[in-house]
């Protein structure tokens, strides 16, 4: 009689921690999916050759990865042209990274949401040089908002 008290709530509880362990190894799979996914991803950064905060966000783009080429340009005017970047959402380097640009130290968080997404969109900017983030030293002092863009117009596609 007293087990039959304790084995209906024991079952649920065994149950319970199943689900929950089961949940978290899905999400983990998927996280390293795209980690996965970074390793065969060529990328292309256009910079100029005296940038130390951009060759820091190479060495960021390297260390999660990404097989990256190095492109030193005296100016940037021409691929922020080609790629419809505005003034305004404009900062030290451009990345390629499959059909998409990333304009500036950009957070692997919005990247891999790009990676994972793919929406219809041009690219992604976090413009300026924001404190804290990839390749900028500094400690995080406010939100990033990184913006989308689709033919030089932006909009919001995330805060971190």
Do not use: W
């Not at 005296?74 to 304009?103: A, D, V, W």
């Amino acid at each position: 009689m007293f087990l039959k008290k304790f084995v209906k709530p024991i079952i649920i509880l065994i149950l319970s921690v199943s689900l929950f362990y089961s949940f978290n190894f899905i999400e983990d799979k998927e996280n390293a999916s795209a980690k996965i996914n970074n390793k065969k991803l060529s990328v292309e950064v256009f910079k100029t050759p005296s940038c130390g905060c951009c060759y820091g966000y190479v060495l960021f783009l390297e260390k999660e990865k990404f097989n990256v080429k190095q492109t030193d340009m005296r100016s940037l005017h021409s691929i922020k042209q080609k790629y419809n970047i505005p003034l305004e959402m404009q900062s030290c380097h451009t990345t390629i990274m499959g059909r998409y640009f990333i304009e500036g130290h950009v957070p692997l968080e919005a990247v891999n949401k790009l990676l994972k997404e793919q929406p219809d969109i041009d690219g992604i900017a976090l413009p300026g040089m924001p404190i804290g983030t990839p390749g900028m030293p500094g400690k995080k002092e406010e939100p990033y908002i990184i913006y989308q863009l689709i033919d030089g117009k932006f909009s919001i596609f995330m805060t971190i």
